[in-house]
């Protein structure tokens, strides 16, 4: 419960707890305090158990802690019935977004090179257009700004 709480700090709670309190309610209140959190943690144990209760025998490996989207996405991910491993292991995320730099610095990369001579000799001539407009912009001119287009 207390995981990141160190040795000092600790300390520091109890002198505390002794200053605010004085010694003789402390223990008193330490009871107080374990039995509110075993209330509290009964209650929630029992409201689950409900939960299960009320959605059946078909969700009975249901756990509340799936509920957090990282657990849930990392649980996913090891069930492999998808095939998302094929998919994660086939698509290479470096070479897609230097492909799209490339693109957008109207550079050519090794991927776009072969798809673009086969993309300019079935095309209308739209795409070398782009291309004539692309490199008589200077380096340092920049694009027309478009109001409306944002």
């Known amino acids: 419960m207390f995981n990141d709480i160190g040795p000092l700090e600790l300390v520091t709670l109890v002198v505390l707890a002794v200053l605010v309190f004085g010694p003789e309610k402390l223990p008193k209140m330490i009871q107080d305090v374990t039995r509110t959190i075993r209330k509290i943690r009964d209650f929630s144990e029992s409201a689950k158990a409900d939960i299960r209760?009320?959605?059946?025998?078909?969700?009975?490996?249901?756990?509340?802690?799936?509920?957090?989207?990282?657990?849930?996405?990392?649980?996913?991910?090891?069930?492999?019935?998808?095939?998302l491993k094929e998919i994660r292991n086939g698509f290479d995320l470096k070479k897609e977004m230097a492909d799209v730099t490339d693109a957008v610095h109207g550079r050519e990369s090794e991927s776009s090179a072969s798809s673009s001579s086969?993309?300019?000799?079935?095309?209308?001539?739209?795409?070398?257009?782009?291309?004539?407009?692309?490199?008589?912009?200077?380096?340092?001119?920049?694009?027309?700004?478009?109001?409306?287009?944002?």
């Open 118 to 150: 086969v993309a300019t000799s079935g095309s209308t001539g739209g795409t070398v257009d782009m291309t004539k407009k692309r490199e008589k912009l200077d380096q340092d001119e920049r694009p027309p700004f478009d109001a409306d287009a944002t």
């Open 53 to 83: 209760e009320e959605l059946g025998p078909e969700f009975k490996d249901f756990e509340f802690e799936d509920l957090n989207p990282k657990t849930f996405i990392r649980k996913q991910l090891d069930n492999d019935e998808l095939g």
